[in-house]
């Protein structure tokens, strides 16, 4: 009998979503304005947290991300995460809590015209820095969907 000392190779593992989203407030945070939005944070991120195909999401010690700074910019706030793929990111999005959330966006937040919201894929494990959103956002910006960074609109294969 021969035996052989070469493992099998397994296949790569396949990447996963990240995605970023920013928002410009329409006043503080500490405002009574906002006092729905920021009593729902931790209540959401939870359920975020709990659901099927999270992986990781960007908070500070305060355990969300409202006090990490995007752009330089103080009234804008940022939120991402990285999910196992698109449809377990979009069943988040749409249902329960999050999608109450979203149906009162404009109540809080600015409209803007230009793209708040990114997604790429990343090697499982990678935890996207504010950096990496940042080039991510300006790139849809400037080139419109692409593999390199895509908006749920528009979406592109899992490959990295």
Not at 89 to 99: E, K
Request: charged share 20%.
């Amino acid at each position: 009998m021969v035996t052989s000392s070469a493992a099998t190779p397994q296949p790569a593992p396949l990447p996963v979503l990240a995605q970023v989203n920013i928002a410009r407030l329409k006043a503080p945070l500490d405002s009574p304005e906002l006092k729905a939005f920021v009593d729902g944070l931790d209540p959401v991120n939870a359920l975020a947290e709990a659901a099927d195909g999270f992986l990781w999401r960007l908070k500070s010690e305060g355990g969300d991300a409202t006090d990490i700074s995007i752009f330089g910019d103080e009234w804008l706030i940022v939120n991402m995460s990285v999910w196992r793929d698109v449809p377990a990111l979009t069943a988040f999005m749409y249902t329960g809590p999050h999608r109450e959330f979203l149906a009162r966006r404009r109540e809080w937040f600015e409209k803007v015209d230009e793209a708040m919201t990114a997604l790429w894929w990343v090697a499982p494990g990678h935890e996207p820095t504010v950096a990496e959103a940042e080039e991510r956002l300006l790139h849809l910006r400037e080139h419109g969907p692409a593999p390199h960074s895509f908006s749920l609109r528009t979406t592109f294969p899992a490959a990295l």
